[in-house]
């Protein structure tokens, strides 16, 4: 279902997920609708577009195969597989269902409007956006309330910190203050953690975790940079 649609961006929820580490989540996809993300990444364009801000865009660390689901989540898109979900119809789809926002892709590229409405309807989420440091400080407060502001360097992870938002920090090195995903430490599915979750869980520490996936090693040149 598209619940956002632009000349620059589509954001595609998914309601079925076979991924064993989020669990039963909703899905939702960020994508280029004119350039498949295989070829966006090959180009260098994801790092100015939807993963805008992250340093593991094109190649460089993301553990995200985008050749994989992204691409089948593109094509299915292009064939007009998807329908138009409107904000009225948000409770029957979302009501008692958790919600990964940005699955691949920056959810900081849809409209805060349509994450508030979604927010309210579901029943917890998980997100994270990278371009937090390129908005002003209203706008990265306002994404901050829903997401954690991602951060792989220290120098980035202290400014989140002074900015008031909860970070979630890819790094080897684990910052004193946080907490290790629990994902990681208990085998809990994000559907039933839904820690990374913004300033809605404010009384809560920020989350670490180290780098995985196939590009480990350049996720962590990228984050000791």
Same mark, same amino acid.
């Given at each position: 279902?598209?619940?956002? $649609?632009?000349?620059?961006?589509?954001?595609?929820?998914?309601?079925?997920?076979?991924?064993?580490?989020?669990?039963?989540?909703?899905?939702?996809?960020?994508?280029?609708?004119?350039?498949?993300?295989?070829?966006?990444?090959?180009?260098?364009?994801?790092?100015?577009?939807?993963?805008?801000?992250?340093?593991?865009?094109?190649?460089?660390?993301?553990?995200?195969?985008?050749?994989?689901?992204?691409?089948?989540?593109? &094509?299915?898109?292009?064939?007009?597989?998807?329908?138009?979900?409107?904000?009225?119809?948000?409770?029957?789809?979302?009501?008692?269902?958790?919600?990964?926002?940005?699955?691949?892709?920056?959810?900081?590229?849809?409209?805060?409007?349509?994450?508030?409405?979604?927010?309210?309807?579901?029943?917890?989420?998980?997100?994270?956006?990278?371009?937090?440091?390129?908005?002003?400080? $209203?706008?990265?407060?306002?994404?901050?309330?829903?997401?954690?502001?991602?951060? $792989?360097? $220290?120098?980035?992870?202290?400014?989140?910190?002074?900015?008031?938002?909860?970070?979630?920090?890819?790094?080897?090195?684990?910052?004193?203050?946080?907490?290790?995903?629990?994902?990681?430490?208990?085998?809990?599915?994000?559907?039933?953690?839904?820690?990374?979750?913004?300033?809605?869980?404010?009384?809560?520490?920020?989350?670490?975790?180290?780098?995985?996936?196939? &590009?480990?090693?350049?996720?962590?040149?990228?984050?000791?940079?």
């Amino acid at each position: 279902m598209i619940i956002y $649609e632009s000349q620059d961006v589509v954001a595609i929820a998914t309601l079925k997920t076979s991924n064993r580490k989020t669990g039963n989540m909703i899905q939702i996809w960020i994508l280029d609708p004119n350039v498949n993300p295989v070829e966006l990444v090959k180009s260098g364009k994801d790092a100015e577009t939807i993963c805008k801000g992250c340093p593991f865009a094109s190649g460089n660390g993301c553990y995200v195969n985008v050749g994989q689901a992204p691409l089948s989540v593109w &094509k299915a898109y292009k064939r007009g597989a998807y329908k138009r979900l409107h904000p009225k119809d948000y409770d029957t789809v979302f009501s008692g269902r958790s919600v990964r926002f940005g699955a691949y892709g920056n959810p900081s590229n849809i409209p805060i409007s349509i994450v508030k409405a979604i927010a309210s309807a579901c029943d917890g989420w998980t997100g994270y956006f990278h371009d937090w440091k390129e908005m002003t400080a $209203e706008k990265a407060r306002a994404y901050g309330q829903y997401f954690m502001a991602s951060t $792989e360097t $220290e120098d980035s992870r202290r400014l989140a910190d002074s900015l008031g938002m909860r970070y979630f920090h890819v790094s080897p090195n684990k910052p004193s203050d946080a907490i290790e995903c629990l994902s990681d430490t208990k085998g809990i599915a994000c559907a039933d953690c839904k820690l990374c979750s913004g300033l809605s869980k404010s009384r809560i520490k920020s989350v670490w975790i180290n780098p995985h996936g196939s &590009k480990k090693k350049k996720a962590i040149s990228a984050s000791l940079a």
